[in-house]
């Protein structure tokens, strides 16, 4: 079983729907979770990152974490064609003092007129 | 904030040289770079953690003497790929985790294309 698992998509939708992109991950202990948007030969860039349960908003963006259940999900608003891009979903993996990202394979969102 | 660089943006190189990858934080102080490497269509791969002042911790299946890694200051590592080969033609990617206690956050470079004929 993956670390961190995200359906690869394509998810479309129309502009001006809610996109809703979702991740599971099997480690408990993974305490912090990050969304990053990237772009067909670019690199990842940040939108957010949740550490506790429950929502955060930030703009178009929210990001929900359910730490119980093991899923966090990304929520866009108000979506727009530019907002077609790989959504990668990423926690925090820690072996004793080190700690690194481990990510998902990424969902394409298709954003249409 | 939070700007990370990379050079050469592209590079393309002939079978059997080396490729020399910069990853530089401008803006802040990381202690902690990654090195990752994506293939088309595929997610990222983390290759290796490099920290400050010590050797880089690579991933299961890196060759350590292939892709050297140093991380000689707060705001500086490379990566050199050696004896390159098409297979590691990739997208090499770096990123720079803040010194502030307490985040996670890595912010990525633009990435550099290799390309080895």
């Known amino acids: 079983q993956k670390e961190v698992e995200q359906n690869s998509g394509p998810l479309s939708v129309p502009e001006g729907a809610i996109a809703s992109l979702n991740c599971t991950y099997s480690?408990?202990?993974?305490?912090?979770f990050f969304w990053y948007r990237q772009y067909s030969g670019k690199s990842p860039e940040l939108i957010m990152f949740?550490?506790?349960?429950g929502d955060k908003e930030d703009g178009r963006f929210t990001a929900q974490l359910n730490k119980a259940s093991q899923y966090v999900s990304l929520l866009i608003r108000d979506s727009q064609p530019s907002d077609s891009a790989t959504y990668l979903c990423?926690?925090?993996?820690?072996?004793?003092?080190?700690?690194?990202?481990?990510f998902g394979t990424g969902t394409r969102l298709q954003v249409t007129l | 904030g939070a700007v990370v660089s990379q050079h050469p943006s592209r590079v393309i190189c002939k079978s059997g040289t080396s490729v020399k990858i910069e990853c530089r934080s401008l803006?802040?102080?990381?202690?902690?770079m990654f090195w990752y490497r994506q293939f088309p269509k595929q997610s990222l791969m983390l290759m290796a953690t490099?920290?400050?002042?010590?050797?880089?911790?690579?991933e299961q299946g890196v060759e350590k003497d292939k892709f050297l890694i140093n991380h000689a200051s707060l705001t500086l590592s490379t990566l050199t790929v050696t004896s390159a080969h098409p297979e590691d033609s990739s997208f090499y990617i770096c990123?720079?985790?803040?010194?502030?206690?307490?985040?996670?956050?890595?912010?990525f470079g633009p990435g550099t294309r290799l390309t080895v004929l």
């Open positions: 990123s720079a985790r803040p010194v502030q206690r307490g985040t996670d956050t890595q912010y």
């Open positions: 480690d408990r202990g993974s305490q912090s």
């Open positions: 949740i550490y506790s349960n």
């Open positions: 990423a926690g925090v993996i820690t072996t004793g003092t080190a700690s690194k990202l481990t």
């Open positions: 803006d802040f102080q990381a202690t902690t």
């Open positions: 490099s920290n400050e002042g010590s050797k880089a911790t690579y």
